[in-house]
């Protein structure tokens, strides 16, 4: 009986203390980064630094400006001048952009 607990007791120490994680654990697929409220304003594009796309899994399309002094802003992927911004700094197609 001492042996089995021993051997129990070591069992759970070293699956407590071992780094081996599955591959499914490790990586989260949960979005890092959702929008709610959206800002309904343009700003001047040389206050923008980043814009990227929200998860697919968020309720609700967005685009999230990163400004030059870090602020993070939500605009609707429906909203014109976040498209236009979106499209001019990822070098794709878009319309004419009027900032």
Aim: glycine share 6%; charged share 10%.
């Amino acid at each position: 009986m001492k042996t089995l607990c021993f051997a129990l007791g070591l069992l759970l120490l070293t699956a407590c203390c071992c780094d081996a994680m599955p591959q499914a654990l490790r990586y989260s697929t949960a979005p890092g980064n959702c929008c709610f409220n959206f800002n309904p304003h343009r700003i001047p594009l040389k206050f923008v630094s980043n814009i990227s796309k929200t998860h697919s899994a968020c309720l609700k399309p967005a685009f999230i400006v990163q400004t030059v002094k870090g602020r993070q802003i939500c605009y609707s992927q429906t909203f014109q001048w976040a498209q236009d911004v979106f499209n001019k700094l990822h070098n794709t197609e878009g319309s004419g952009l009027q900032l």
